[in-house]
C-alpha cells in the first residue's frame, strides 16, 4: 500500500518539482544571456528620441541632482544647447512617459510620448507630431490642468490624454527650473 502511494502521489510531485526548477533555471538564463542586448536597444531607442526633441544637441550626460516626483530622467546636452526630461504622469490608460527637449533658453523644442497604454484612435490623437508640435517654443505652463491653460488647447474626445501630456511637459518645465536648466 505505501509503495503504491509513492507512485501515485509523491512521485507525480517531485517529477514537476523537477520540471518547474529546469524551466526556471532555463527563464533565469535566457533573462541573463539577453539582458546586455535589450538594454543596449533600449537605451538606442531614448538616444534617438533624444536626438528628436532636441536636434542641436551632440551627445548627452545625466544630470547626477534631485529629480522631483514624476521626473525619471534629466539628461544635458554635452554642447549646452538644452536639455532631454523624461516625465511620467497619469492618463486615461494608465502611466504615460514623455521625453521633453528644452532649449537653453528654457522654451520647449519638442516633445515625444514614449510610452503609454491609451486607447489607440481615441486617447491617441493627444500624440500625434502636429497635436505635440503646439508644445513648441513654450516656456511656461502655469495652469494645473490643461482645460485652464491658454497657450495649449485640449483634444475633445481625448481629454484625459491631453491632459497627461500636459501634466508631463508641466513636471518637465518645472524641473528645468528647479535644477537650474541646462547643466
Do not use: W
Not at 20 to 27: E, G, Q, V
Not at 83 to 89: E, L, N
Amino acid at each position: 500500500m505505501k509503495s503504491n502511494s509513492f507512485k501515485e502521489y509523491i512521485m507525480p510531485s517531485l517529477v514537476l518539482v523537477v520540471i518547474c526548477l529546469c524551466i526556471s533555471s532555463a527563464l533565469v538564463f535566457t533573462n541573463k544571456a539577453t539582458k546586455p542586448t535589450i538594454d543596449k536597444i533600449a537605451k538606442e531607442k531614448a538616444d534617438s528620441v533624444r536626438a528628436k526633441v532636441l536636434s542641436e544637441a551632440d551627445s548627452f550626460k545625466q544630470f547626477e541632482g534631485k529629480l522631483n516626483d514624476g521626473i525619471t530622467e534629466y539628461y544635458s546636452a554635452t554642447n549646452g544647447s538644452g536639455v532631454v526630461i523624461t516625465s511620467q504622469s497619469k492618463s486615461f490608460g494608465g502611466t504615460m512617459t514623455v521625453m521633453v527637449g528644452i532649449n537653453n533658453s528654457g522654451a520647449i523644442t519638442g516633445v515625444e510620448v514614449t510610452n503609454h497604454a491609451d486607447t489607440p484612435g481615441l486617447g491617441t490623437k493627444a500624440m500625434t507630431p502636429e497635436y505635440l508640435s503646439k508644445y513648441k517654443n513654450i516656456g511656461e505652463l502655469a495652469a494645473e490642468n490643461i482645460k485652464d491653460e491658454k497657450s495649449v488647447d485640449h483634444i475633445v474626445g481625448a481629454s484625459i490624454s491631453s491632459n497627461g501630456v500636459y501634466s508631463a511637459v508641466r513636471n518637465a518645465l518645472i524641473q528645468y527650473k528647479d535644477a537650474g536648466g541646462v547643466q
